[in-house]
């Protein structure tokens, strides 16, 4: 056993030592391979975790990434997410994500090390590796291997906001996976890799209102899409005529509209500042272009990671350290706002300026104040105390009352706590 173990490890540091992974396609058993030796050659700083299955029973990967305790959330630090290859056929994103992966393990980058440093960051290389299994290298622009293996396209899957009916009444099990992790973790940041186009797409991905395309955030998403979009140099493109109009920026609905994207699932149900990338023209293009595609996106997605620094975050506690359940924060009148934690933590990003932050228990504001936001990578980090005689008169409501506050299903755990605290038992119930 020992012997077999100490001929792992020399194999262990010959393949990848700190060299980057190689610069050619790998497909589903590959990429399980590499993420699980990295895994276990970086034991410290990355948790390798099967979010769930797809259609066909392959594992879902999610690598989290930190240079502490990447197997657990730490209080305050701010978790972000990368996923690619949703549609199974567009593959460039998986290949970027594997080398971005083995980039912040091995690379002695200042700003990689930061990054790990200060976030926990997860990496979902492939969506869809039951599509990706379909798909074949040069095809640029058809849709094999873009469904799952049930043909559900998993971008018109997740649930609608304001319930309009999707493409498919099923839902998928790649779908059902994301919806679970974005319940459990608390994302303040996320992008969704794609190709077949050269643009950034950020909400609305449809029209919620008349013909208004644009989200309360639209200004911290045209900051940071265009931030991303100067980090990059033209590789190999020759689309790029397609999206001069808008400068590779877009707003989803003001290009095509989706009903049931992951975009403004997250975004809508959770206050994640969600970006979707189309990075390559080509879906499928040849393997001699990933280096090219690694380097012309590579300090681009450092620096996007950052931006989950920008902005406000927190604590929220009553006058005995506890956190009060249910409680939401909201900017000025920005809607989504954004659920408090179980822990009583927050995050908002935010660009430089002057707002308005309210505290929301059950719908009622119960706490207001000014914050000022500089230009730094810095977050204003705050610790809220919020009396219990503020905010339990409001407790006083019926369960009844509290379902018509719009406690959903996926802050059941947030009611659960609430639901403790009005029978006066302790939050560990
Ligand atoms: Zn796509």
Redesign the pocket.
């Known amino acids: 056993m020992f012997h077999f173990q100490f001929n792992y490890l020399i194999i262990l540091t010959v393949i990848y030592g700190n060299q980057a992974i190689d610069y050619r396609y790998h497909n589903y058993t590959e990429m399980t391979s590499i993420l699980q030796d990295l895994a276990a050659q970086y034991p410290t700083k990355a948790s390798l975790v099967e979010i769930g299955k797809s259609q066909g029973g392959k594992s879902l990967w999610a690598m989290a990434l930190s240079s502490y305790a990447p197997n657990r959330h730490v209080l305050l630090r701010p978790e972000v997410k990368y996923i690619a290859n949703?549609?199974g056929?567009?593959v460039v994103g998986l290949e970027v994500l594997l080398y971005l992966v083995d980039y912040l393990l091995t690379s002695n980058d200042t700003q990689a090390n930061q990054l790990m440093n200060r976030t926990r960051i997860w990496i979902m290389p492939s969506m869809n590796p039951d599509g990706l299994e379909q798909s074949s290298v040069g095809d640029c622009t058809s849709n094999t291997g873009?469904y799952n293996l049930n043909n559900i396209d998993l971008?018109r899957n997740f649930p609608d906001y304001y319930g309009a009916a999707l493409q498919s009444s099923t839902r998928a099990p790649e779908t059902s996976a994301i919806m679970s992790w974005l319940a459990k973790v608390p994302f303040v940041l996320s992008a969704n890799y794609?190709?077949?186009a050269f643009v950034i797409n950020t909400p609305y991905d449809r029209y919620y209102v008349g013909s208004d395309s644009a989200s309360d955030d639209d200004d911290i998403y045209q900051m940071i899409a265009r931030s991303y979009i100067n980090l990059t140099q033209e590789v190999n493109e020759n689309c790029l005529s397609e999206f001069i109009d808008t400068a590779f920026v877009t707003r989803g609905a003001d290009w095509y509209e989706v009903i049931g994207g992951m975009q403004d699932y997250g975004y809508l149900n959770y206050g994640t500042i969600e970006l979707?990338m189309?990075i390559s023209c080509c879906?499928y293009p040849g393997g001699n272009l990933l280096a090219s595609y690694w380097n012309y996106n590579r300090d681009a997605m450092l620096q996007h990671l950052f931006q989950a620094q920008r902005g406000v975050k927190g604590l929220i506690l009553n006058e005995y350290s506890k956190p009060i359940p249910s409680t939401q924060v909201m900017i000025d009148n920005r809607q989504p706002v954004v659920n408090v934690t179980p822990l009583g933590e927050f995050w908002r990003i935010l660009l430089p300026g002057t707002y308005t932050l309210k505290v929301l228990y059950q719908s009622n504001t119960i706490y207001s104040r000014q914050i000022k936001i500089g230009n730094s990578l810095s977050p204003l980090n705050l610790t809220i105390i919020i009396s219990s005689t503020v905010y339990l008169p409001y407790s006083l409501m019926t369960t009844q009352a509290l379902s018509s506050t719009g406690v959903t299903p996926e802050n059941s755990q947030n009611l659960l706590l609430y639901l403790c605290s009005l029978f006066f038992i302790s939050f560990s119930c």
Do not use: D, V
């Open positions: 949703m549609h056929n567009e873009r971008n794609h190709g077949g979707t189309e879906k």
